[in-house]
């Protein structure tokens, strides 16, 4: 069984039956008989409604259907005891935006078929209506205020929430925060240790930067740091490698094309292995060192690896005679 309410088309959507320059006439036939606000309307109907909206649609020659239909929109709106708006504002406000745009849309293309260069003013004044349409509606919601209290809160809260939101990031990026820095007496050599030429300073905010001398204690610089920069981790050696360094010397040994992984990624442990270049029946020498860096000059390409101490004489008397193979160490 179907019932009225499965047939009934939604409310918000009674007024886009009829066009908004029919619901303004028959605000207007309304007002010639006296009748301009909703508390004269509620007071013509009385008690008799369906009755007496047929009586008022022949004195005013408005169609009963086009009544009746406001009359359900203001019904359905919950108007309360607001009966002092007057009808031309109040019916206006009931008529949706988009249908606003589709009836004017619809008498623009009709007009642009009979006569093209009247359709361009017909479009103008459409979009026109369109405009004051947005504007009635917003007067309308301000209207009932009670209703839509909540809307105004969030309307004012929610500017206020982005830029405190704005101005807490900016506060965080302009802070200063005690930061590992280099002392300004004197500037770090790469692959020089740390400790003892590092201070805590108040400096803005830098992204992977330390905070705690103890977390460079006992660790090497990986390039040159000028005097007063703050420290960040790409600049430092790892604590891994670091505790392995103090036994070490720095080495730089030249690369051939295809002695390295491409993909190999410094700092990292690695097996350097010299091989000789004339003479092949020499057993090649191993040595594990730590790559620092690949330097690349034209299209020479060299390694400065950390190597034990007791194996540096030997390595550096074999590079002039020797090919070297630089090869990753999974740990």
Not at 22 to 46: F, G, P, Q
Not at 75 to 96: A, H, V
Not at 216 to 243: F, H, I, K
Not at 290 to 307: E, K, M
Request: proline share 4%; glycine share 6%; net charge positive.
């Amino acid at each position: 069984m179907i019932t009225d309410t499965e047939t009934t088309p939604p409310v918000t959507q009674v007024t886009d039956y009829a066009t908004l320059k029919e619901i303004l006439s028959a605000v207007l036939a309304l007002s010639n008989a006296d009748i301009c606000t909703l508390e004269d309307l509620r007071k013509v109907l009385n008690k008799d409604v369906d009755k007496n909206i047929l009586w008022l649609a022949q004195q005013t020659n408005i169609k009963d259907a086009l009544l009746t239909a406001l009359l359900l929109a203001e019904f359905y709106d919950d108007t309360g005891t607001k009966g002092k708006r007057r009808l031309r504002n109040y019916w206006r406000g009931l008529k949706t935006i988009p249908g606003e745009v589709r009836a004017g849309w619809a008498e623009t293309v009709s007009e642009w078929e009979r006569n093209k260069t009247r359709s361009l003013g017909v479009g103008l004044q459409q979009a026109l209506g369109v405009a004051g349409q947005v504007a009635v509606r917003q007067r309308r919601i301000w209207y009932n205020w009670r209703q839509h209290w909540l809307d105004a809160v969030v309307l004012l809260i929610l500017p206020a929430l982005i830029v405190a939101l704005a101005l807490r990031a900016q506060s965080i990026n302009k802070r200063t925060v005690p930061y590992v820095t280099v002392r300004t007496d004197a500037g770090i050599s790469a692959f020089q240790e740390l400790t003892g030429h590092v201070e805590l300073k108040n400096v803005p905010y830098k992204n992977g930067a330390f905070t705690s001398l103890n977390e460079v204690s006992g660790r090497y610089a990986l390039v040159n740091v000028p005097p007063g920069v703050t420290l960040s981790s790409d600049q430092v050696l790892s604590p891994e490698l670091s505790r392995k360094m103090p036994q070490r010397r720095i080495l730089s040994v030249p690369i051939e094309a295809g002695a390295i992984s491409s993909t190999m990624k410094t700092p990292t442990e690695a097996l350097m292995t010299l091989s000789a270049r004339q003479n092949e029946s020499k057993d090649p020498a191993s040595f594990e060192v730590i790559v620092l860096r690949l330097d690349q000059t034209g299209g020479n390409t060299s390694a400065v690896v950390a190597i034990p101490k007791d194996d540096f004489d030997k390595a550096s008397r074999l590079l002039g005679s020797h090919e070297v193979f630089l090869a990753q160490i999974a740990r």
